[in-house]
């Protein structure tokens, strides 16, 4: 079976850089996504790897190991509405299903 | 735009009442999912459907059944709520095998 760790809760001020990691336990998927979800909101997709290496999109970027099982989203010049838990996901290969970590509650303070 | 709705963003129900929770999305995806989202456990699959008429358990289906008629809507069934029902269920769709889920607002059902 997939499992994925998270921290829960992780704290920066703004205009600072944070990485949130996420390690899994996997016989096999196809990629690793990253999803923000905002309190009382939907989760809405952020980015995906495929390959190993750094994928950026503006001040995200999003990092894959699959030798070390291993990811992580780093968010960079963070801002207040940044707040907001941050999930990694993997989808399996074996079922097709986007399996979730446990998420990661970002707080940003000025 | 990309648009994937739920029938309501509260509900508060009774146990042993039958509970109907709609989603309907917009963008001819194939494939639909069903998660509860409690704090702690991140999203959890209940049940998900590749086509019409079509389903897979999730890892959690246990006390939940699914509908899926019409290719835009899947429904989930609680045919007895019970407390420990009581959670955030949110609705996905995407398109193949696709990477990126499209999630609705969400329902946040109260069962007493």
């Known amino acids: 079976g997939q499992s994925l760790e998270q921290p829960s809760e992780v704290t920066a001020v703004e205009g600072a850089i944070v990485q949130i990691n996420c390690t899994y336990q996997?016989?096999?998927?196809?990629?690793l996504s990253w999803y923000q979800q905002h309190d009382g909101g939907a989760p809405t997709f952020l980015s995906y790897?495929?390959?190993?290496g750094l994928e950026e999109t503006g001040r995200f970027s999003s990092f894959l190991s699959r030798s070390d099982s291993y990811g992580y989203l780093l968010l960079q010049e963070l801002q207040m509405k940044d707040s907001a838990s941050y999930f990694c996901?993997?989808?399996?290969?074996?079922?097709?299903?986007?399996?979730f970590g446990t998420g990661t509650r970002l707080q940003v303070f000025p | 735009d990309v648009k994937v709705t739920q029938s309501s963003r509260y509900l508060v129900k009774r146990t042993g009442e039958k509970v109907f929770l709609e989603c309907v999305q917009d963008?001819?995806?194939?494939?639909m999912f069903w998660y509860r989202q409690d704090p702690g456990l991140g999203l959890r699959l209940i049940y998900f459907?590749?086509?019409?008429?079509?389903?897979e358990k999730g890892d959690i289906p246990e006390g939940y059944s699914v509908s899926r008629e019409k290719k835009e809507r899947f429904s989930l069934i609680l045919e007895s709520a019970s407390t420990n029902q009581t959670s955030m269920y949110l609705c996905?769709?995407?398109?193949?095998?696709?990477?990126?889920?499209?999630f609705g607002p969400g329902t946040r059902l109260t069962v007493l």
């Open positions: 996901a993997v989808r399996d290969q074996d079922t097709d299903k986007l399996i």
């Open positions: 996997t016989s096999g998927f196809y990629g």
């Open positions: 790897n495929a390959l190993d």
């Open positions: 963008m001819d995806h194939e494939n």
């Open positions: 459907s590749y086509d019409v008429k079509m389903k």
């Open positions: 996905a769709s995407v398109r193949g095998s696709y990477n990126e889920q499209f």
